[in-house]
């Protein structure tokens, strides 16, 4: 193990190395209704009764759209190198096609100009989640014809920003908003179908492909995608369990990694989703256009799973969910949980890193595009936020990173998860991740603990090794 991040011996990260902070645009914007934007499936679906915790919605979340000022002051002060946001489609794209909507682009014009005034250099992510909902109601991701529709809105983006905006992510997760948006139905939309979730995987990595294209056709520089590939333990040494880990292999990591980095579909989809995965959601040419090579890919790592054998539950094909061998959480006896109820397992960071080399050998470089822990924040007395526990997640994980490094993984940057408090989606405004609190009555921002290690840590970077990133121009 690498000494601890904050001690002397602080594992040292290389000259250029980026340090980041990241939001997503619903669960910080706010302003749901104002400048053209139009309903997501995000808001319709936090409108649901029982889907959302307290009935939270992201109505007015950190009202970051009338607040970022004030918050590129935060990450100004924070010395932060790159700041990584999401892009709402259903503000600059209303209909989820036609022409872009003028007051909509607006706000992100004068966002990256405010960050790049500040020294940062933006990280737009094109689709953290929010589809508009006039396209979920044609079908969603289930339907091929999304994946265009996103090419078309990339293009929107591209021609008003990309004179300005040099990185971007073309999708987060799409492991959730697949399997989480149609086959477990605990996100947006909330469906449970076993064949929509595994066309919607596959349509948003054709969606990606695509997107991918109109971003090279525009010259931007540095293009990757983000995805959530898991480490799965199996909860015991049974032959059942070990099977379910391949599985889950497949729904968690496979699916999405393979066609990307490897040029083809995952190996263990038949023994996964039996006829469920019929392929008749795929055409020629696909795996070629998913393939494209990348400058990056970002990883999001937060917690290993491990995972036991669930027979299916629902035995007809047709309505069966995807992802019943959908693994708990539970295991790591004795080990700190977050408020997630995530087990805190640094070792297992590097181990997935480490994991990734091996398995692809053409990996492009890697960026840690969150990573960070929900807690139980208290003010003390004196209204300081003293976040011990957070500060010494992000140690060790930074430590873990450093390992991995050593060990030969490519890695050019780490942004923690998340610059504030924000809507955590199902868990609403229960669960806090930010560096810095945001009391939802006030919408008062204040710097935690976490958020001053965070800038010393950076400080101590820099000094060590002057080379910064340019933002891109
Ligand atoms: O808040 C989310 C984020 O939107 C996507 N990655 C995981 C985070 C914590 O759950």
Redesign the pocket.
Same mark, same amino acid.
């Given at each position: 193990m690498s000494p601890p991040a904050d001690g002397p011996g602080f594992p040292r990260f290389p000259d250029g190395f980026l340090f980041g902070a990241a939001t997503?645009a619903y669960?910080i914007e706010g302003a749901h209704d104002e400048d053209g934007r139009t309903p997501s499936v995000w808001d319709t679906y936090c409108r649901e009764p029982g889907r959302v915790a307290d009935g939270a919605t992201g109505d007015v979340a950190c009202d970051h759209y009338h607040r970022y000022r004030e918050d590129v002051v935060l990450l100004r002060d924070l010395g932060v190198d790159t700041y990584r946001f999401s892009i709402a489609w259903p503000r600059v794209q209303p209909d989820g096609t036609g022409p872009g909507n003028p007051k909509g682009l607006d706000f992100y014009d004068r966002l990256t100009d405010e960050l790049l005034a500040a020294g940062i250099a933006p990280a737009a992510t094109l689709y953290?989640w929010d589809l508009p909902q006039t396209l979920e109601d044609r079908g969603g991701w289930r339907v091929r014809e999304t994946a265009g529709r996103f090419a078309d809105y990339t293009r929107i983006l591209a021609d008003r920003l990309g004179d300005r905006i040099g990185r971007w992510i073309t999708l987060?997760?799409p492991f959730c908003s697949s399997f989480a948006g149609y086959g477990s139905g605990s996100h947006a939309p909330g469906a449970r179908e076993g064949r929509g979730a595994l066309a919607a995987a596959h349509h948003l990595l054709v969606g990606h492909g695509l997107a991918v294209r109109v971003l090279r056709e525009a010259g931007a520089p540095d293009v990757g995608i983000t995805l @959530?590939p898991d480490v799965l333990l199996p909860a015991t040494d049974s032959d059942a369990d070990r099977d379910a880990v391949r599985r889950a292999q497949t729904v968690h990591n496979d699916v999405f990694l393979d066609p990307l980095l490897a040029g083809h579909y995952p190996e263990h989809e038949r023994e996964t989703w039996g006829g469920l995965a019929d392929g008749s959601y795929r055409r020629d040419g696909d795996l070629e256009l998913i393939g494209a090579p990348l400058d990056f890919v970002g990883i @999001?790592y937060?917690r290993p799973i491990t995972v036991s054998d669930v027979p299916f539950r629902d035995p007809d094909p047709a309505t069966r969910t995807a992802v019943d061998i959908r693994a708990e959480e539970s295991w790591c006896d004795g080990v700190r949980r977050t408020t997630?109820g995530w087990p805190v397992v640094p070792g297992a960071f590097t181990d997935l890193l480490t994991g990734l080399r091996r398995r692809y050998p053409g990996l492009p470089p890697l960026l840690i595009t969150?990573n960070g822990s929900a807690e139980d924040d208290r003010a003390d007395g004196d209204g300081q936020i003293r976040d011990a526990d957070r500060v010494a997640y992000l140690r060790d994980h930074l430590a873990a990173l450093a390992d991995a490094m050593e060990q030969g993984v490519d890695v050019r940057g780490y942004y923690v998860?998340?610059l504030l408090d924000n809507f955590?989606?199902a868990r609403g405004y229960s669960k806090r991740?930010g560096i810095v609190r945001v009391d939802y009555d006030t919408l008062e921002r204040t710097p935690k603990d976490s958020y001053r290690w965070y800038r010393d840590l950076i400080t101590d970077h820099r000094d060590r090794t002057p080379a910064q990133e340019q933002p891109h121009r």
């Open positions: 997503a669960q953290h987060n997760e @959530n @999001n937060y997630m969150e998860w998340s955590e989606w991740f």
